[in-house]
């Protein structure tokens, strides 16, 4: 069906989207390198905004904020957000309809709702239990929030692709349910619960509007400084910053490519190592 | 049953935390949010009592001033850039998920990622690298300054083009990654069949090619116009105030403009047209997709 003229255009095209996809990622890594403060023109390469921004106790804060947000949020949502994937699957057979339409709420609610709708409630909240005071504690419950809903319907797509009757098999051998869950569920979750951490943590990373409504003054993280450094038009380091940030997305991409095959490879032998 | 006890005791214990944590810090915050609506404007912003109507009457626009359609108008806006937007990731998306399908197997893992990767990075970082591109003063606006399409020296941003722009390249992925998976299932002896019965190239993309790949095409719709119409970042880096959506307008209520009901009540309108669009968009993929579940 493809005619040459067919194959070349599209050809032609797959690279003119590349260059839609990452030009502006390329711009903002290219001019994180600049001796001046411009993304017009390319004054001469520089380390100064790095220096800067390592010199800058507030950003480096925001970095690690970034950071703990996103594992701590992640480790919390693999956990809680496993177990009810699991849950869904075991039960499936009962009405669990009203779970289905509360597990795809966080992920159709716009994100602006959902962030100012945790905003008024902390804010309310926080005047009864201290516990509640907008800062890293209110992110990473509005993020664990998000992020479940992921975590379940992967897990839970894993196990319905299983075969029913391996859970009968268990059974059929005495397993006693520690050893089903040893020998049998986390072996067979390991890769829905590598992918969906990973997932998680780029759900993390990648919000901003969450993070901003329910974040306290403490609690910058990078997208929230990068936000406020443009809202109040001081942009010096901002491109050094964005570079950062997409230097660990690309690592994390990287790195998912590396883990992916081997984990399909291994699962089968990882019954020994877990 | 005689183990019913302890499967229900199993249930909660492994769903309760999860479904807690929903209900507890979403679906309560929202009605919380909701009710809100229908108090009165306090002195400093806040919601007070007596219950009122009053932010819907001001969402419609009845001010102090009279009726105005600012707030009419935005709402507009947000569906126009919303179906604009979502036609365009179709155009581009389409063309670029059968690229993938027709590639050898070990290529394909690798470009999807290449599709994927930039959508990884911060909504806000994005943002600021369409900002970058479309400043004053750089190639690409010098380029449509010279073509006229903007005044010397504007620039491209903000603009309401930047944001569709924005608003393209975020969503684009949601798009390809369904589309691609449709292809991927294609079944070609449909194809074979229309080309043996010597239809022409665009009779067999119309009849053989695309009703097939309307469940994935239907799939990243919802994928794509659900979060664009809910959009906030991608108007208030690169919109300006010409390109405002409904999501800045309820973002300002709770920010400088300090009037919670009326924002609450457009986060109601928000929550009301996204599930209706839901609803609209799922009819119509089961429709067109001949009655197959699609995604949601």
């Known amino acids: 069906m493809t005619a040459p003229g067919l194959a070349r255009g599209l050809r032609v095209f797959w690279w003119a989207l590349m260059v839609f996809l990452y030009a502006p990622l390329a711009v903002v890594v290219f001019f994180s390198f600049n001796q001046i403060n411009s993304s017009a023109r390319f004054a001469g390469f520089s380390w100064q905004w790095y220096e800067r921004l390592f010199a800058n106790e507030v950003i480096l ?98 196990l319905l692709s299983l075969d029913a009757q391996l859970f ?56 929230i400084y990068i936000w406020s450094a443009i809202k109040k038009g001081v942009t010096p380091e901002v491109n050094a910053m964005a570079t950062l940030m997409i230097a660990g997305v690309i690592g994390v991409a990287l790195l998912s490519l590396l883990i992916q095959p081997t984990t399909s490879a291994t699962s089968s032998k990882r019954r020994s190592a877990s | 049953m005689r183990h019913w006890g302890s499967e229900t005791r199993y249930l909660l214990l492994s769903v309760a935390p999860g479904a807690l944590c929903i209900v507890v810090f979403l679906v309560l915050p929202s009605l919380y949010l909701m009710g809100m609506a229908f108090l009165s404007n306090g002195p400093y912003g806040l919601p007070t009592l007596p219950l009122s109507l009053q932010a819907f009457r001001e969402l419609a626009g009845f001010g102090f001033l009279g009726w105005s359609p600012g707030n009419l108008y935005t709402l507009l806006r947000s569906l126009w850039q919303t179906a604009l937007a979502t036609v365009l990731v179709i155009v581009i998306a389409y063309p670029a998920a059968y690229t993938i399908a027709t590639r050898p197997v070990r290529w394909r893992a690798i470009m999807l990622l290449a599709v994927v990767v930039p959508s990884w990075t911060n909504q806000v970082i994005r943002s600021v690298g369409w900002m970058n591109i479309l400043a004053p003063d750089t190639p690409v606006s010098n380029l449509a300054a010279s073509l006229e399409l903007t005044e010397a020296q504007m620039g491209l941003f903000p603009s309401q083009f930047a944001v569709i722009v924005g608003l393209v390249y975020n969503f684009l992925p949601f798009m390809v990654l369904p589309l691609y998976a449709a292809f991927e299932r ?111």
């Open chain 2, 186 to 296: 294609l079944d070609h002896s449909q194809v074979e069949a229309a080309q043996d019965l010597f239809a022409q190239p665009w009779a067999v993309f119309w009849h053989a090619v695309l009703p097939q790949t309307l469940p994935g095409l239907m799939a990243g719709t919802v994928l794509v116009a659900i979060p664009a119409f809910g959009m906030y970042v991608v108007t208030e880096l690169l919109g300006g105030g010409k390109a405002t959506m409904v999501g800045n307008l309820v973002a300002r209520q709770f920010a400088q403009a300090s009037n919670w009901p009326l924002g609450a009540a457009g986060a109601i309108i928000m929550i009301v047209m996204t599930l209706v669009g839901l609803r609209v968009l799922r009819r119509l993929g089961q429709r067109l997709g001949g009655d197959r579940e699609v995604v949601l």
């Open chain 1, 168 to 223: 009968e098999v268990c059974q059929d051998l005495y397993a006693t349910p520690l050893q089903r869950a040893r020998y049998f569920i986390v072996p067979v979750l390991t890769p829905a619960i590598i992918a969906s951490a990973l997932l998680a943590l780029t759900l993390s990373i990648d919000d901003f509007v969450i993070s901003f409504f329910t974040a306290g003054p403490d609690s910058t993280t990078l997208p």
């Open chain 1, 61 to 158: 804060s925001a970095l690690g904020n970034t950071v703990i947000l996103a594992l701590t949020s992640s480790a919390i949502a693999v956990v809680i957000g496993g177990f009810l994937g699991y849950g869904l699957y075991r039960y499936r057979r009962w009405k669990l309809g009203w779970l289905i339409w509360l597990i795809y709420l966080p992920v159709v609610m716009p994100d602006i709702v959902f962030g100012i709708a945790e905003m008024t409630f902390f804010v309310t909240l926080s005047q009864y239990i201290a516990l509640f005071t907008p800062g890293l504690t209110t992110m990473i419950i509005a993020h664990v929030t998000f992020q479940v809903p992921f975590v379940a319907l992967l897990v839970n797509a894993r």
